[in-house]
């Protein structure tokens, strides 16, 4: 059985997935030794480039807060519709562009 079938991104739900460590409050908010979740590649890339670090550790710093939010939530609907093997292009959204 290979390993990245027992894997479960534990914000999207999918099975089968590569998963990275997310912590909740960003380890430059001052998170290093706080709580962490198990994220799929695409979903970690799209938390990210949809939040600053800082808006994160503020406003999203539980799964649950991360599922409810209407951005990611609109996200979840689409990432769970998708195979696990595509390789899925995650873009900064435009206010995170015109911040830079």
Do not use: F
Not at 49 to 63: K, M, P, V
């Amino acid at each position: 059985m290979n390993l990245t079938e027992e894997k479960v991104c534990e914000l999207c739900e999918r099975k089968g997935v590569e998963t990275t460590v997310h912590h909740l409050v960003p380890k430059e908010e001052g998170g290093r030794n706080m709580a962490t979740v198990n994220l799929c590649i695409p979903c970690h890339r799209q938390i990210h480039a949809l939040y600053s670090n800082r808006d994160l550790g503020l406003r999203l710093n539980t799964l649950e807060k991360l599922k409810k939010d209407e951005k990611i939530s609109r996200y979840l609907h689409w990432i769970k519709k998708q195979n696990n093997e595509n390789i899925i292009r995650i873009k900064n959204s435009r206010e995170r562009r015109m911040k830079k």
